[in-house]
């Protein structure tokens, strides 16, 4: 089966592709949408416009579609872009990264049914520190670019995600309910390489941005 | 020990209906093993303690036309607790048809004494159909509201829901397992 993959640069999206790819799916595009709204209540933001770059990693076609970001009417920009994905590429079916939200699954699988596609989530339910492992199990490269909950501050971002990350988020997920896999929005990554990719990206740059508990990295790849 | 029946033609949907609910049994210490439907087998059915049918995507229907594979449902005489396409199965194996509706996301449905669920709760939906089981006289049905949730078999330990468990009820699976100290 073809897919098309809402794709944010960040690990879930990513891993998920990993997982279709595994069983054997085509994946024949990535589907970025760039919120101008930074809270957006479907799509990850930060550092999306290096998605480019980790799309070319890849080898999968981008189709990049903007929105606005408010509640609701975003919707109707993700409906286009597959819409778009769908007579472009001939995809059959989407995958998404969703692990816990049910306010993005719901509207994903509603926009998928109307439009007579399938719907993949291969990390519905998972358990995050799961997902972790199986990052580092699998050689992904990912690093924190967006920290947004108390007591994670400034000096997260640029952390990798690794057995060092696993042991200093346990017990902020113990005592303060930190979200492991950041699936609350505690923190945004970006992949930088994956066995998928057929050259991993290095951080050339980066500019730190905070204000008050949001803090968020821009960084500049090649 | 709990067979976990696979009833998705896609691969790739094992990890949505069927990896979530292995999870839910490993956590809590439970054997199980799993089993896609086609491969059910006399052998299968008499190791199983209980058995639990999955659910799958609102596309993934392919079960319907090789619904046959199901025909131990009617003479089994072991607990089987059926999610969304697993109750779907259940209902047409009792002379039950589909009927059409699509619910997808959160819904509040109020339930009565079933496997622990006793008001009203948020339920997640995927589904385009569902089984009218009123009009099965084998089945009583345990929550309120136009569309069964959750019906079990008169004088079997049958039970099917409509709602998807392994989001918010995940406990409902673990008192199917643990019915009669399993």
């Not at chain 1, 972790?132 to 108390?150: C, G, M, R, S, T």
């Not at chain 1, 290095?202 to 508990?213: A, F, M, P, Q």
């Not at chain 2, 609910?21 to 008499?46: P, W």
């Amino acid at each position: 089966m073809n897919l098309g993959a809402l794709f944010s640069g960040g690990k879930d999206s990513t891993f998920a592709i990993y997982l279709a790819k595994e069983c054997g799916y085509d994946v024949s595009c990535l589907i970025s949408i760039i919120s101008k709204n930074p809270y957006s209540y479907m799509f990850h933001t930060p550092s999306i416009s290096k998605v480019e770059q980790q799309a070319t990693a890849l080898g999968i076609p981008l189709l990049v579609h903007e929105t606005k970001g408010e509640e609701e009417k975003e919707l109707l920009d993700l409906e286009e872009a597959i819409k778009k994905a769908k007579a472009q590429y001939g995809i059959e079916g989407i995958i998404t990264g969703a692990i816990e939200s049910t306010y993005q699954a719901s509207r994903i699988q509603k926009i998928c049914n109307a439009l007579d596609i399938e719907c993949f989530n291969p990390l519905w339910q998972k358990d995050q520190f799961e997902l972790l492992e199986d990052l580092i199990q699998n050689k992904f490269e990912v690093v924190i670019i967006a920290a947004a909950a108390y007591p994670l501050d400034a000096s997260w971002l640029g952390k990798k995600m690794d057995l060092e990350f696993i042991k200093q988020i346990k017990p902020l997920h113990e005592k303060y309910r930190i979200n492991p896999a950041g699936e609350g929005g505690e923190f945004e990554t970006f992949v930088l390489d994956c066995p998928m990719f057929k050259k991993g990206l290095k951080i050339l740059n980066t500019r730190i941005v905070s204000i008050e508990n949001n803090h968020s990295m821009e960084v500049t790849v090649g | 020990m709990i067979l976990v029946v696979n009833v998705c033609f896609e691969k790739l949907h094992y990890f949505e209906f069927v990896k979530p609910i292995e999870d839910i049994l490993r956590n809590r210490g439970l054997e199980y093993s799993t089993i896609h439907y086609t491969q059910v087998s006399e052998k299968y059915l008499a190791s199983a303690d209980r058995i639990i049918i999955c659910g799958t995507s609102l596309k993934d229907d392919d079960f319907l036309n090789k619904i046959e594979k199901f025909s131990w449902i009617n003479n089994i005489n072991k607990p089987v607790l059926g999610i969304c396409a697993g109750m779907h199965v259940i209902g047409l194996h009792f002379g039950g048809e589909l009927e059409k509706e699509t619910e997808i996301g959160f819904y509040e449905e109020s339930f009565q004494s079933f496997l622990g669920l006793n008001d009203n709760e948020q339920v997640y939906h995927l589904h385009n159909n569902y089984i009218d089981f009123f009009h099965l006289k084998e089945f009583e049905v345990f929550s309120k509201g136009r569309i069964p949730q959750a019906v079990k078999h008169r004088d079997k330990e049958l039970y099917g829901i409509l709602f998807h468990p392994e989001v918010r009820q995940k406990s409902l699976i673990l008192n199917f397992c643990s019915k009669n100290n399993l």
